[in-house]
């Protein structure tokens, strides 16, 4: 499977983004999807993954603001971020889970993006 993820960008705080990761790859479609983030100095945390088209799971610390989506060809995956805060910057990266559990485990994820860089200025 390979991704490759685009959207990301500077925005104000309050402001949105959405995210896309395009997947290809014979299993593209069945994986459980990840999106997960990175900023310096910190270990890589989990947001948000989706099962199929609509069973989905969230971090606490994005939930009600960030909103996981797929595709209908379940290639696409996208992540809607709303109320952005500076703290939200980071490097953001899509993944994908060829075992198809709806895990927050990063070391669960196999296949991975370069990563799309989000900064949130105050």
């Known amino acids: 499977v390979q991704l490759v993820e685009s959207g990301g960008g500077l925005v104000q705080a309050g402001g949105s983004l959405k995210l896309s990761c395009v997947a290809s790859?014979?299993?593209?479609?069945?994986?459980?999807m990840g999106w997960f983030r990175q900023a310096p100095g910190k270990e890589r945390e989990f947001l948000a993954a989706?099962?199929?088209?609509?069973?989905?799971m969230y971090a606490d610390s994005v939930k009600g603001r960030f909103t996981i989506s797929r595709g209908n060809d379940r290639n696409m995956v996208y992540l809607q971020m709303k109320n952005l805060k500076p703290e939200d910057t980071a490097l953001y990266y899509c993944?994908?889970?060829?075992?198809?559990?709806?895990?927050?485990?990063?070391?669960?994820?196999?296949?991975w993006g370069q990563g799309t860089q989000v900064s949130v200025s105050s």
């Open positions: 993944a994908a889970n060829s075992q198809g559990t709806l895990r927050m485990a990063a070391a669960l994820y196999d296949y």
């Open positions: 790859g014979r299993t593209a479609s069945s994986a459980v």
């Open positions: 989706i099962m199929g088209s609509s069973r989905t």
